[in-house]
DNA sequence: AAAATATACTAACATCTGTTAGTGTCAAAA
DNA sequence: TTTTGACACTAACAGATGTTAGTATATTTT
């Protein structure tokens, strides 16, 4: 008589409350990262996930609706707080302070998403890259607006807004692992130099 | 009787006095920008090329000899224009502002190259992958000790020189296609928009 | 003109890709 | 206890991938 053993463990869900799908979103998200979405097949990401790569679509519907999950959470992520801080009453310099710290602060505690959301939105498939594209753009447009008012009421140099805007975006956008691990530099101390240094540049006054 | 007409029509090389090698490296480069290098197929960057895909081969050693060749073709530009920032003798503000206008430049006049060397050398692979870590992570050492010394001399502000090292390179990668080629901004002028905002920040004084 | 080299072609390969079909099993609901 | 739904499995697909082999032609050298 033959006995046949097989693993057929589950996804962990215990250890913190996320559902399976959320799981295989933030493994995803870390291979995304290391690799690149074209890089990463659904076979490594099983891998990580502890699971065969047809199990995956139990739960997905395919790679790209990861992608899809991960870029539009973020994109909404920002949506939401410029709306915030639009409505704020708050100076034009303080508004895009207020900005600067939410890019960077984001970039530190969902590094994964971030990085991916940045860096791979182009792999989108209609009609989402379309979608993308329209909200990196209207985003980007009212981050200048704000600078062009602040321009107006003399609070922030006369530059180019659209140049101004691409420059903070970027350089946050740049935080990497190695700096955010790196004992030396860490989170509030990180985000005042950057804050610091896209306020007031380098020069010494 | 039968006549076979088939077109075997070279890569033509008089336009240009490039070789024919580098009209592949040329077109191969726009697409790895477009599409990221895993999804630059060879039948793709063939097609542009206007030959077969294994035509290539007659030229190039391997998919990955293009990437090699247009990150190291990079890297060493940049590794010689330190060498000459060292050794001048400006100021360390100066020094500073040479190399952000050398990257513009950079960023102007050799895009694809730039930007694909940029995002795309995690996809090199060994030893040419561990080789472009240790020139990145020397550069970035090399720029940073600038700045150091520029905040001995009183010349530079107190902050985290990796941040700023950081902060800059990325805020001139971010440069984009569009905004190369949006009429309002050109050449010099967003160069001298990008130099005012990270040498003297937003801050109007 | 002949020989040699460069370079194009077609055909095919082995491997990897995302994904579907079909089946069995465990946990929760009835 | 039975039923049901969630979820894992194996097997396999069709298509894309980088690359090689073998061959034919165009260009350059002799």
Redesign the pocket.
């Known amino acids: 008589m033959l006995v046949?053993f097989?693993?057929?463990?589950?996804?962990k869900?215990t250890n913190n409350q996320l559902?399976?799908?959320e799981i295989i979103i933030e493994k995803a998200a870390t291979l995304f990262k290391e690799k690149g979405f074209?890089?990463?097949?659904?076979?490594?990401?099983?891998d990580v996930v502890?699971?065969?790569?047809?199990?995956?679509?139990?739960?997905?519907?395919?790679?790209?609706?990861l992608l899809n999950i991960i870029c539009f959470g973020v994109a909404n992520r920002y949506t939401h707080k410029m709306d915030e801080v639009e409505a704020s009453k708050l100076s034009t310099l303080a508004k895009v302070e207020s900005l600067l710290r939410f890019h960077i602060d984001g970039m530190i505690n969902y590094f994964e998403e971030v990085y991916v959301s940045d860096r791979e939105w182009k792999h989108l498939d209609n009609p989402y890259l379309s979608n993308m594209q329209n909200q990196r753009r209207t985003y980007r447009k009212r981050f200048a607006a704000i600078i062009e008012e602040g321009i107006k009421k003399k609070e922030i140099k006369k530059i180019d807004a659209a140049t101004a805007v691409l420059i903070m975006l970027h350089a946050i956008g740049g935080i990497e692992s190695w700096h955010r691990s790196t004992r030396k530099i860490i989170g509030k101390e990180l985000e005042e130099n950057m804050v610091t240094f896209l306020i007031d540049g380098l020069r010494k006054i």
Request: proline share 0%; no cysteine.
């Open positions: 046949y097989w693993q057929m463990g589950r996804i869900t559902t399976r799908k074209k890089a990463a097949s659904m076979r490594e990401i099983a502890g699971v065969e790569a047809a199990s995956l679509y139990n739960h997905i519907k395919s790679k790209n609706e």
